[in-house]
């Protein structure tokens, strides 16, 4: 019974846990070759046959044949005499072959048998899942949602192999029950207390770069070349591609005929904005794009800096900013400049420069106006009270203060 309820254990870890078969072989093998040799002190005369498929093992013990009072070692060696009760025609220094029972082992051996290769096994298709994702890193994977905490979702695989996906790394606006199917990019794969853990992502670049080569062919036969990705995962993000063929339109191929192609991926991202915008190696027309939908007028580059100041009629600004400043951050990350946007302003208009009011406007004050691309007196007053209070995350009472200096220079 100890021998087959042992066997049952090498296949019930074969099936669940995908072990090829020269690799069970060994494990198998190695596990029975230790217990010999803690056993007998050696395990070189013992042959061990393992058939799996059978559900079945043999363990045969190879001894010499020397005259009984040479007789010495038990384990190496047998009697004549022994010898001839087996087969009458044994003569010394041939080699006996016997078969060793488990159950001769004892049951607190057994034991220790099947726990040792229980861990072995386990192990063992630790290391294969460690390598398996290792090689899987920046690929869109789909698995089942299993377990919900507060912190992390717990989803398998096809294979029942645990992966996780923190919070932290999913959209916003994503919500899962058990049982959801849920697609995510392999972000990184680590060592804990020498367990393999797979971290997914919905939020990394890569999974936006993933998704268009799934749904945009030329992208993944590289006739199309996403060369950066920024995104605020679920609100919007900003994708700069490049076309090596003049007859491709890489926007135009991205996006699909009204949008068929884009759409499925707004929705797996939550109805994330996507910006796809033609790369190009000039600075101020690539800035231009990134700033879309905002029409520029004009640009003055710092390239020393990386700073880009780029100039805009008054009803453009609002776009160019975007809400909550979003679509000039992610401009400025995806060009690698940093912008900033000004009004224009005629030259017969008279206008008074910010800095002009330092000493009756506080100096953060005029910073946080100067960061949603005020610097000018007319730049502030022309935007309603309520979207400079939203905007600059001022006081009420600092903004109608700062509009009545400013309001009584033009009295």
């Known amino acids: 019974m100890d021998n087959l309820n042992l066997i049952d254990t090498f296949s019930e870890f074969k099936e669940l846990k995908n072990i090829d078969r020269a690799t069970m072989m060994s494990v198998l093998e190695d596990v029975f070759r230790s217990v010999l040799q803690k056993r007998f002190g050696t ?155 797979i971290i997914l992502s919905r939020t990394s670049p890569v999974f936006l770069e993933r998704l268009f080569e799934m749904e945009v062919p030329e992208i993944f036969d590289g006739l199309i070349t996403i060369k950066k990705i920024v995104r605020m995962p679920g609100e919007r993000a900003k994708v700069a591609v490049e076309s090596y063929d003049e007859r491709i339109d890489p926007v135009g191929a991205c996006v699909g005929m009204k949008g068929s192609r884009i759409h499925g991926i707004v929705r797996e991202l939550r109805n994330e904005n996507i910006d796809v915008i033609n790369f190009t190696n000039n600075t101020q027309l690539f800035i231009s794009r990134a700033l879309s939908p905002a029409k520029i007028s004009s640009i003055k580059l710092n390239e020393a800096e990386k700073r880009a100041d780029v100039y805009l009629r008054p009803e453009e600004v609002s776009l160019a900013i975007g809400k909550g400043g979003l679509n000039i951050r992610l401009a400025s990350q995806l060009t690698g400049y940093e912008i900033d946007v000004y009004r224009e302003v005629a030259e017969d208009e008279e206008d008074v420069n910010l800095e002009e009011f330092s000493d009756e406007i506080e100096g953060w004050v005029i910073d946080a106006l100067k960061k949603i691309g005020c610097d000018t007196a007319k730049n502030v007053l022309s935007i309603p009270r309520e979207e400079l209070i939203k905007r600059t995350d001022l006081e009420e009472e600092t903004i109608d203060e700062v509009l009545r200096i400013l309001r009584t220079e033009f009295e």
């Open 43 to 197: 395990d070189e005369n013992f042959d061990v046959i393992i058939n799996i498929d059978k559900g079945d093992f043999e363990i045969w013990r190879n001894r010499e044949v020397v005259e009984d009072e040479a007789f010495s070692d038990p384990n190496l060696q047998i009697p004549l005499s022994e010898a001839k009760k087996i087969d009458t025609e044994y003569e010394v220094g041939e080699e006996v072959s016997d078969e060793v029972k488990l159950f001769d082992f004892g049951r607190r051996t057994i034991l220790n048998l099947r726990q040792n290769l229980a861990a072995r096994i386990l192990e063992l298709e630790k290391d294969n899942i460690y390598s398996k994702y290792k090689t899987k890193i920046g690929e869109v994977i789909t698995g089942e949602v299993y377990q919900i905490w507060k912190r992390e979702l717990l989803v398998l695989d096809d294979e029942g192999n645990e992966l996780i996906l923190p919070k932290a790394e999913q959209i916003p606006s994503d919500y899962f029950r058990k049982g959801d199917s849920v697609r995510a990019v392999v972000y990184k794969v680590e060592l804990r207390n020498n367990n393999p853990v």
